[in-house]
């Protein structure tokens, strides 16, 4: 079946890196992707990796991907107080449209 | 660029009674996705249209739930003899039609339309 999981919480302090993890089921997987949720916003897309990729870094962001393990992490380097807000991770097939979502992370950045 | 957009922001109804909420997606995407969304949950995939055709629904889509999307451009979502269960942000997103690889189905959201039914 397809499902995504993440962990509710995070807390960082501001400056410090954030990982937030994410776990799917499909192995047909094609697309992962990182939504960003801020209060009373719409989904942000941040960034999307591949999955016959290993690792994508965008300035403050890097996504690695361990396809064996089903495993997506998202690497928020030097933390600031703006980067709090939930965070999806999500996945598509190849001529997918359908995208299924995790639950999201909340992240909360202490200064 | 307008982005996405949603209208009504805000509707509340009592149960019983119908409503439709509007998107616009951003004009030169052809793909539209609906998705519902509860609160500590992430979005859920209600039906997708790839210009005025309805390719997909889920079986969350019940039978009291209808879109539209009569010419490729805007889409509607109605709610028929809504419940209390329906309560929820109803998000809408487009996305182009990329040609050639890689494509990505990277979606852009409007900021949904928050329903609450008394």
């Known amino acids: 079946g397809e499902d995504v999981e993440q962990s509710l919480f995070l807390s960082v302090r501001e400056g410090d890196s954030s990982v937030i993890n994410c776990t799917y089921t499909d192995s047909s997987s094609t697309y992962l992707y990182w939504y960003k949720q801020e209060p009373g916003a719409g989904l942000q897309l941040l960034t999307y990796i591949f999955s016959n990729m290993d690792m994508k870094q965008d300035q403050r962001l890097t996504v690695l991907l361990n396809k064996k393990d089903k495993h997506l992490s998202l690497r928020i380097a030097d933390t600031q107080t703006g980067d709090s807000a939930i965070y999806f991770c999500?996945?598509?097939?190849?001529?997918?449209?359908?995208?299924?979502f995790g639950a999201g992370t909340r992240l909360f950045v202490k200064a | 660029d307008t982005g996405v957009s949603q209208d009504p922001r805000h509707k509340i109804t009592k149960r019983g009674q119908n409503v439709t909420f509007r998107c616009d997606p951003i004009s030169e995407h052809n793909r539209l996705y609906w998705y519902r969304q509860t609160l500590g949950q992430g979005p859920e995939f209600l039906t997708y249209f790839q210009n005025e055709a309805q390719l997909e629904k889920s079986r969350l889509l019940s039978d009291r739930f209808s879109a539209e999307r009569p010419k490729g451009s805007f889409s509607t979502l109605e709610i028929q003899r809504t419940e209390q269960g329906d309560s929820a942000m109803y998000l809408c997103?487009?996305?182009?039609?990329?040609?050639?690889?890689?494509?990505?189905?990277?979606?852009?959201f409007g900021p949904g339309t928050r329903l609450t039914v008394t």
């Open positions: 997103a487009s996305s182009p039609m990329r040609q050639g690889p890689p494509s990505s189905y990277e979606q852009y």
């Open positions: 999500a996945e598509s097939r190849t001529g997918g449209f359908k995208t299924i």
